[in-house]
């Protein structure tokens, strides 16, 4: 199991154990809302459902402060070309202390010397200025506009693209 940490924070998978506290970060709509793949309400159910996909190489893993979690970060692989699409969310109580770029900065980092992934893509939706300044910081840099559908506000919605290269 992959284990990541940085100066402040650990990446790692979740165990069910700690399903009370995904559910109910992750099941705020403030947080939900902004993202693609949640369903909201977000139940236990989800949380085992999501688990249960997970690979062992590249898959989501969960961002822990002090041992209690506070979000998840991910890198996946692309159905439709040969790069990893970067993905995370906070508890809204952890909104605005860096603690996004910090744990995708550590999961690019790994994915970079211990995986060799390159080239990374990523998006946010319309109105999300704090997911655009995460990803400013990273380095990313728009590539154009799409849709993309919201699992929680089940309509789709416009977002912008971006890639990083890594090399």
């Known amino acids: 199991m992959t284990e990541i940490q940085s100066d402040r924070l650990v990446l ?3 165990r069910e154990d700690e399903f009370a506290c995904l559910v109910a970060e992750i099941g705020d709509w403030e947080v939900a809302k902004w993202l693609a793949r949640v369903p909201h309400p977000y139940t236990t159910r989800d949380a085992q459902s999501w688990l249960n996909t997970q690979s062992s190489e590249f898959s989501e893993l969960n961002i822990f402060k002090d ?5 998840g970060v991910g890198l996946t692989p692309s159905k439709c070309d040969n790069r990893f699409e970067l993905g995370y969310w906070l ?6 202390q ?14 970079r010397d ?3 992934v390159s080239k990374v893509k990523a998006s946010f939706m319309k109105g999300n200025h704090a997911s655009a300044k995460v990803l400013e910081k990273l380095g990313f840099h728009a590539v154009g506009q799409g849709e993309l559908f919201c699992l929680a506000r089940n309509e789709t919605v416009p977002c912008t693209l971006l890639e990083l290269d890594m090399d």
Do not use: C, M, P, V
């Not at 041992?67 to 979000?71: F, P, R, S, V």
């Not at 508890?91 to 605005?96: A, I």
């Not at 860096?98 to 994915?111: F, V």
């Open 12 to 14: 790692r998978q979740i």
């Open 114 to 116: 211990q995986w060799q």
């Open 98 to 111: 860096g603690y996004a770029t910090e744990a995708a900065q550590g999961l690019l980092a790994h994915a």
């Open 91 to 96: 508890g809204q109580s952890h909104w605005g």
């Open 67 to 71: 041992k209690i979690l506070i979000g």
